[in-house]
T-cell receptor
Framework: DAGVIQSPRHEVTEMGQEVTLRCKPI?????LFWYRQTMMRGLELLIY????????DSGMPEDRFSAKMPNASFSTLKIQPSEPRDSAVYFC????????????FGPGTRLTVL | QKEVEQDPGPLSVPEGAIVSLNCTYS??????FMWYRQYSRKGPELLMY????GNKEDGRFTAQVDKSSKYISLFIRDSQPSDSATYLC???????????FGPGTSLSVIP
C-alpha cells in the first residue's frame, strides 16, 4: 500500500487566497483525521471523519476552514480566505480496525501564507 | 490545564545513553497510551501502544504507564543516532476515540 497520500507537499500563497489541501487515505481505513502542526501549538486535531461522515469538527479554528470527504478515498481541507497565521504543516491521517488508535500519517503539506 | 503535558526539550544525549521521556495527563478517563516518533519533515509514526497501567517492552524501547499518578514514560536503552527525532506521547479514552497528542520532546543522540 502506498500509505496516506497528501498533495500538494508545499504551498505558498498570498493572504486572502483560497487554499485546498488534498488527502487520500489508506484503502480500507474508515477513519480520517486532519491535523495542523506548529511550533507554538504542537499537533492539533482539526476534524475527523468516520465512514465519510464528520464526527468532530470542534478543532476547526473558524469558519474560514472547511473539510469534506465525498467518498472513502478522498478528502479536502479548504481555507478561504487564508491568513498568515494559517501557516503550518497540515497532516492527514487514517486508521482502520486492527489497532484503532494507530493513526497512519501522510507526509504533510507545508503551507506558507504571505 | 492542558489534557497532556510533555517537556519539550530539546534533549541531547551521547550515543549509548539511556533516555527517559515523560508525559503527564489530567483526566483519569484515559485508558489508551501511545508514543509516536516523528523524524524531521515527516509525519508521526506509532512507536509503542499500551492499554491501562503497566510496562510494555519492544526491543530497546520500554513504555510505562502509571495511572495512579497519571504519568507515562518511554525509555530508550542503548540510544542510537537514528533515534534522533521528536517523540510525542498520545492518549485516548477509548479505542475509537480521538487521540490527543502531547507537544513532543525533541531528542538528539550524538555519535
Amino acid at each position: 500500500d502506498a500509505g496516506v497520500i497528501q498533495s500538494p507537499r508545499h504551498e505558498v500563497t498570498e493572504m486572502g487566497q483560497e487554499v485546498t489541501l488534498r488527502c487520500k487515505p489508506i484503502s480500507g481505513h474508515d477513519y480520517l483525521f486532519w491535523y495542523r502542526q506548529t511550533m507554538m501549538r504542537g499537533l492539533e486535531l482539526l476534524i475527523y471523519f468516520n465512514n465519510n461522515v464528520p464526527i468532530d469538527d470542534s478543532g476547526m479554528p473558524e469558519d474560514r476552514f472547511s473539510a469534506k470527504m465525498p467518498n472513502a478515498s478522498f478528502s479536502t481541507l479548504k481555507i478561504q480566505p487564508s491568513e498568515p497565521r494559517d501557516s503550518a504543516v497540515y497532516f492527514c491521517a487514517s486508521n482502520g480496525r486492527d489497532l484503532p488508535n494507530e493513526q497512519f500519517f501522510g507526509p504533510g503539506t507545508r503551507l506558507t501564507v504571505l | 490545564q492542558k489534557e497532556v503535558e510533555q517537556d519539550p526539550g530539546p534533549l541531547s544525549v551521547p550515543e549509548g545513553a539511556i533516555v527517559s521521556l515523560n508525559c503527564t495527563y489530567s483526566n483519569s478517563a484515559f485508558q489508551y497510551f501511545m508514543w509516536y516518533r516523528q523524524y524531521s519533515r515527516k509525519g508521526p509514526e506509532l512507536l509503542m501502544y499500551t492499554y491501562s497501567s503497566g510496562n510494555k517492552e519492544d526491543g530497546r524501547f520500554t513504555a510505562q504507564v502509571d495511572k495512579s499518578s497519571k504519568y507515562i514514560s518511554l525509555f530508550i536503552r542503548d540510544s542510537q543516532p537514528s533515534d534522533s527525532a521528536t517523540y510525542l506521547c498520545a492518549i485516548a479514552k477509548t479505542s475509537y476515540d480521538k487521540v490527543i497528542f502531547g507537544p513532543g520532546t525533541s531528542l538528539s543522540v550524538i555519535p
